[in-house]
């Protein structure tokens, strides 16, 4: 009986080391990135949330729930931009956080630059979607 919980907390540990990776950046070192086309930021949060808050000026709308299904959106993105660094931000941080680790797993430069909100209160500046 030991044995599984010690592989079990093995792994949750693993999964906190890798989460842990994840680089975290702040809306102005987010923001100079992708001025200088180096990377791409990405809002993982769903539709209606981008009606209902805005979303940040420069972001491309790719929701976690198409990630996590037929990846209709995020395939072709990834491809066009597999080359730059991904920078992730959701309502919270969580969403783009769980993005973030599973692109890093399969090889992409990502980073989670946590919050919306965050980046509104920062005085980046933010668009109304339709």
Known sequence: ?????????????????????????EPAAAAKLVAEGKAVLVDVREPAEWAETGVVATAVLLAKSDFDGPQKNWKPFLEKNGGKEIILYCRSGNRSGL?????????????NAGAFQTWADSGQPVRKTK
């Open 1 to 25: 009986m030991k044995i599984p919980r010690l592989l079990a907390v093995f792994l949750a540990t693993a999964g906190l080391t890798l989460a842990a990776e994840i680089a975290k950046l």
């Open 99 to 111: 993005v973030a680790a599973a692109l890093a797993e399969k090889g992409y430069k990502v980073a």
